[in-house]
């Protein structure tokens, strides 16, 4: 027992043959923090990333410390002042040189060997036992077996569990790839009793992730192109990992059109092209935008479709003053409801649905404020244009009342043109209101008294289509003309001749 006790002086502490300097040592301990025997209350040197860093992982202290000698198992590691610290050199990822500085977690103090015990931030802990666990410590195990709940993994001989939610930073849906793998976790909870432990890895993860957040935050600035991994998929957008922090592509920005899902451009695990828009220092959110990271469709839009050109385009959008028609990606325009139709009608959907293809006419372009508008009545033929020669005066049409008004009544002779019936033209007889003669919708017949095409007017007469059409006026012969103009003469000089009084005889 003496030997032993000898050899391990942390161990005899724990038997009831302890000696009696170690009594003596604990006794004077008793009530004396680590922190305080050390000087670890006072302020220590610590570096730029460990101020940034936390000063506290699993329960245990982040010290800075300085690697002062080396031997074949062990580091030596000055923390400041007067405290010194030992770490396994198996520890170390890489093999450390003394004068190394770098981060240690503050394990527990060695009372036989006068030495703060240390380990290496992020390395699994060597020599673990039911004895010696602690909670917040690192191990390492393999997986050997899996249930609804999570993985069964194997720690230097101690079974332990590890739950489903505590396996990856994002839920995984199939843990079986995880058979066979060594990894390493923190222990949350463990009873040396019942032999039971529960270990975390997205701690781990967490931490990791958390400390490359703030270095990629630091080199990420507004208008940034960076490659990231589509995370989650919703309704509102998309989270990207950019390789330690997440950022959102909002469906805004998910494409130059309108009116799309986030799920129709992208999917979770997809490798995508993005523009970083804003960063908020405070919160660490990013903005992201997916389309920005594709080429302006705008760019060089006056060359291909320039004012007066023909296009076809999709209906995006209907709305109470017109619809946005889609010509390409990213590129959308309005018709407005007056440039629907020559004829008036109620609502745009009256003539265009949503998902409808058209043939429009560009009539306006303004690239700087990425406005485009289309006519559709422009597109096709004016009945206008052929109105004076196709309805001559006197002829008599058959339209439909399309609506009364004050004064008169509307009639559609054909689409796209109208033709109004003053209230003095609908009846012989005296109307004191123009819906006494005619309702909208009643199909009429009406003489055609004018057609003026430059002001789109037509003048039409319901009381007079079924009065005899006037005698055509012949116009005069030259004989005829020049006669009346000799007459209109003599009668112009009779007319001044008179001094007073009245001529009774013009």
Do not use: C
């Not at 999570?150 to 849906?173: H, N, S, T, W």
């Not at 007469?461 to 012949?474: D, F, G, L, Q």
């Amino acid at each position: 027992m003496a030997e032993e006790v000898k050899a391990d002086p942390y161990k005899a502490k724990f038997r009831p043959d302890q000696t009696a300097f170690d009594q003596e040592v604990e006794a004077a301990l008793t009530g004396v923090a680590v922190d305080d025997l050390y000087g670890f209350d006072k302020p220590q040197p610590v570096s730029p990333q460990a101020a940034d860093g936390p000063t506290e992982i699993g329960g245990k202290q982040v010290r800075r410390g300085t690697i002062v000698s080396i031997d074949k198992d062990n580091a030596f590691v000055e923390l400041g002042g007067k405290s010194e610290g030992v770490v396994p050199l198996v520890q170390f990822a890489e093999e450390p040189v003394v004068g190394q500085e770098q981060d240690f977690l503050v394990d527990r103090y060695d009372v036989g060997e006068g030495m703060v015990l240390l380990s290496v931030k992020g390395a699994a802990a060597s020599g673990v036992n039911w004895e010696n666990l602690e909670l917040g410590q690192i191990v390492e195990g393999t997986v050997t077996g899996m249930n609804k709940g999570g993985l069964e993994l194997d720690v230097k001989g101690m079974r332990a569990f590890m739950p489903a939610g505590q396996i990856d930073l994002y839920f995984q849906k199939d843990i079986s790839t995880f058979l066979g793998q060594r990894m390493q976790a923190e222990v949350t909870k463990f009873e040396r009793a019942a032999k039971n432990m529960v270990l975390s890895r997205r701690n781990i993860l967490e931490r990791e992730k958390e400390e490359s957040k703030k270095k990629l935050l630091k080199e990420l600035e507004a208008g940034q192109m960076r490659k990231g991994t589509v995370r989650s998929v919703m309704d509102f957008g998309a989270f990207v990992d950019l390789g330690g922090a997440d950022g959102l592509i909002h469906v805004s920005e998910m494409s130059h059109r309108r009116g799309v899902k986030p799920s129709d451009f992208v999917k979770e695990g997809d490798v995508v092209d993005v523009k970083i828009l804003k960063i908020d220092p405070e919160t660490g959110k990013i903005g992201l935008s997916l389309k920005g990271a594709m080429p302006d469709p705008w760019t060089g839009i006056e060359n291909r479709y320039a004012v007066g050109s023909q296009v076809t385009g999709r209906v995006a959008k209907v709305e109470n003053f017109g619809a946005f028609i889609e010509v390409e990606e990213g590129i959308e325009g309005l018709l407005p409801v007056s440039e629907i139709s020559y004829q008036r009608i109620r609502h745009p959907s009256d003539v265009v649905k949503v998902g409808d293809t058209i043939k429009l006419t560009v009539i306006r372009l303004d690239p700087a404020t990425r406005k485009l508008t289309f006519s559709l009545k422009a597109a096709g033929p004016d009945p206008w244009k052929e109105a004076k020669d196709k309805y001559a005066v006197n002829s008599i049409i058959t339209g439909k009342v399309t609506r009364v008004a004050d004064f008169g009544a509307f009639i559609e002779v054909e689409p796209g043109l109208e033709g109004l019936a003053h209230i003095s033209e609908l009846a012989a007889h005296r109307v004191k209101a123009t819906g006494d003669v005619v309702k909208a919708g009643q199909e009429v017949q009406a003489r055609v008294l004018e057609v003026d095409p430059a002001s789109r007017r037509m003048a039409l007469s319901i009381r007079r289509a079924n009065e005899p059409a006037p005698a055509p006026v012949t116009p005069p012969t030259p004989q005829e003309a020049a006669a009346a103009k000799k007459d209109a003469a003599k009668k112009e000089k009779k007319r001044a001749e008179l001094k007073g009084g009245l001529d009774w005889n013009w």
